[in-house]
Structure formats: C-alpha cells, structure tokens
C-alpha cells in the first residue's frame, strides 16, 4: 500500500525544482517592489520602514544563497521518493477530491472517463488505450473522436446524465468523474454496483497539478505524470519569464483583465485555474482579489474596476458570430467608457483555443501562452491582435496545439 502523502510530497519537490531558477532572479526585485507599492500610498512610511527594507534586502541575498542549498536537499529526496514510486504496489487507498475513501485493488486496465480534461489527461499520460468510456464533451486528442465514431470508445452521457447500464457494460476497473452536483446521485449508484469510482474536483491551479499526480498514481505511470507536470511547469515559467521581462524593461503595467465565460457576467475569483491562467500571463484579474470561485459580477462592478482587455469566452456560437458577441456586450449602458471598449480590446475567444483555456488539463500552459500575447503582443512582436482568437490565430502565433 502506497501512502498518498508520499505523491503529494514527490510532486512538490517537482514543482519547487521547475521553479527555483525562476525564484532567484525574480525573488528580490517582487518582494522589494511590492513593499515599495504598499508604501505608495503613505510616503511618509516609507522613512519610518527604511531599516524594514534593508533588513529585507539582507534577508533576500542569504535567501538566495540558501536556496542552492535546498535545491541539492530537494534532489536527494526527489530521487529517493521517485525510486520508491517507480513501481506503484497494490492496492491502493486514496482520498478523492470530495474526500471520498477510495480503494484501488489493481492497475485499472479499463477506464471512463466523465470530463474533457480528465480525458486529455489520460491520454497525456499514454493511456488512451485503456479508455473505454467518455463523455459526450471529450473530443481531444483527435485520435479520440475516430475511435468514438469506429465504436471502440463508447460516449456514456454527459456532465447532466449518465448512462449507467452501458458503463456497468464496459466493465471498468475504475470510473475518472469530474464532480457536479448534477453528477453527485452517480457516484454512489456506481459504487454501490462495486464499481471504483474517482471524483475530481478542480477549482485552482493546484487542483490540476494534483489531479494529473493522483491518476498517474492510480493508473500506474508516475513517470509519465512527473514529465508532464515538469514539462507544464516549465513552459508555464518560459511565458511567464518573457512577460515579466517586458514589463520590468519597458515599466509598462499590468493589463487588467475581465473574462466573462458566459454573456450574463459569469466570471470567476482568485481561486480558479483560470485566474492562474491571467496571472501567469502577466495579467491582473480586475476580480482576483474576490474569495468566491465562480459567479456572477454585476455590470456595475466591471465599470468601477475598468478593465483593459476583456476576454469573452464564444461559447461555440451559442450567441451569433464572434463581431455580434462583441457588439453585445460593448453596447451595454456605461460600458462605453471602459477602457477596453474605448481602446478596442475586447477578444472572442474561440474554436480549439475555448476547448484549451477552459479546461482543467494538461494544455492549460498553452493556454497561458496564448493569453500572454494577446495581453502584451509587443513582447512577441505581434502587430494586431484580431477579435476572434482561434486554432488559426494561435498557428500564426507560433503556438503548437498538438
């Protein structure tokens, strides 16, 4: 039996690894900068906390001293850890995301999956071969929706229904299912059937980060999983790296962004994958500071906090051509005099490009990098940014999809 805390440890190693050379060159000039924008407000704090700051700057320089120290610390323990998980043994005891016990009492050779990002993540990690089930919504990798229409993969509902006697069908060895409350009542249906069943639930970054860990963990591929986090983490830093250097060279602020995932001000907090997504792009969520996930803003609050980009999600024509959408939400009352209406800088965001930032998954850093240049083009020396930012956008960018 493997202890889940082992993986949760291993995987913070990983990410503290990725994101050490970053730390070093980025650690002292944050925290100095940040203590300066504190004290904006109040210049005659600022005397009074001198001996604070340079106690700070002291701090910092033994910091970053200390940590190459913890970088050879952290590479022991990493490979001590990843030799001890290389061959996961069964069975397995997990905690799922709703804090569910769960018991794995083999590899699972068949599996369905219930979410699109669940989907891709199994495929990410080269097990689509065991894939017997999705969703109707899991239409990635390509290679997906051919054995769907050939049969080999059968769709059993969607994130409203499930078709329980064709999943009992398939035999699973293990049921992956993205937590909804419409999804909930299927949960103990199939575990009552002596089914596994495994509930994600996905809100922040971090979430992702430990759902790849924690399949990769029941489906027998550490390895794989490790890689892929690495391989996620570092591009995510590469984008972040260039943003960040634009905006220290050139002294220019940080865009601030409203994203409205559906046209009746649905938007999202500061603890949601997708505020990470603005975040690592260099941006500011006009709405970061607010503790709720997901909800609904009012029209009022978008205008006090003037964003200067706003991103609209296309939500696959539901609400007329991309220029239609745009017009819709520009010709609210007041919204006229928001800077990214004035400027001309709302985006449709559609096509493959909805599918990648919108989902949990492997391709979140992709979405990252594509964000990152529709905030800041001039670091990519983009020369327009078009309305509509789709799969054709994000090839002429440079940015691979595969």
């Known amino acids: 039996m493997v202890s889940q805390k082992i993986y949760v440890v291993l995987l913070s190693i990983v990410l503290v690894f990725s994101i050490a050379s970053f730390m070093i060159n980025y650690l002292l000039i944050t925290e100095v900068r940040d203590m300066l924008l504190r004290q904006e407000s109040a210049i005659g704090m600022v005397q009074a906390n001198v001996s604070e700051l340079q106690e700070l700057v002291n701090t910092l320089s033994r910091r970053t001293e200390e940590v190459g120290d913890a970088i050879k610390v952290l590479q022991l323990r990493y490979e001590e850890l990843s030799s001890e998980l290389r061959e996961v043994k069964y069975p397995l005891v997990m905690t799922d995301s709703v804090g569910r016990t769960v018991f794995v009492n083999y590899e699972p050779l068949r599996v369905v999956s219930v979410g699109p990002s669940l989907t891709e993540v199994l495929f990410a990690l080269g097990l689509g071969d065991r894939v017997v089930g999705v969703d109707r919504f899991s239409n990635y990798p390509p290679v997906l929706n051919e054995l769907v229409m050939n049969g080999t993969i059968k769709v059993v509902g969607d994130a409203f229904t499930l078709n329980v006697e064709l999943i009992v069908s398939l035999k699973p060895d293990v ?18 059937l002596g089914i596994c069943v495994y509930v994600v639930r996905v809100e922040d970054l971090g979430d992702v ?36 250097s634009y905006l220290n060279t050139t002294g220019a602020p940080k865009v601030r962004v409203y994203w409205e995932i559906f046209p009746d001000y649905w938007t999202f907090g500061g603890n949601t994958f997708q505020n990470s997504v603005v975040v690592y792009a260099g941006g500011e969520n006009i709405f970061g500071n607010t503790t709720l996930s997901w909800f609904v803003a009012t029209p009022e609050s978008v205008i006090s906090l003037n964003p200067s980009v706003i991103l609209l999600s296309y939500n696959y024509g539901m609400f007329g051509s991309p220029q239609d959408l745009i017009v819709m939400v520009s010709s609210r009352p007041g919204w006229s005099n928001i800077t990214a209406v004035r400027e001309g800088r709302v985006y449709v965001l559609g096509g493959v490009v909805e599918d990648i930032v919108s989902r ?23 020369t327009q940014v078009p309305s509509f930012v789709d799969e ?4 002429l960018w440079g940015v691979s999809l595969s």
């Open 175 to 192: 049921v992956f299912l993205t937590y909804s409350a419409q999804l909930e009542k299927y949960v103990k249906t199939l575990s009552d």
């Open 209 to 244: 980060y430990n759902t790849i860990m924690s399949l990769g963990l029941i489906m027998n591929r550490v390895d794989v999983a490790l890689e892929l986090l690495k391989n996620m983490t570092s591009s995510i830093m590469s984008t972040y790296s260039i943003v960040t």
């Open 360 to 382: 949990p998954g492997p391709r979140l850093s992709l979405a990252i990098e594509i964000l990152a240049r529709i905030l800041y083009p001039e670091a990519y020396n983009i």
């Open 392 to 395: 054709n956008v994000a090839s």
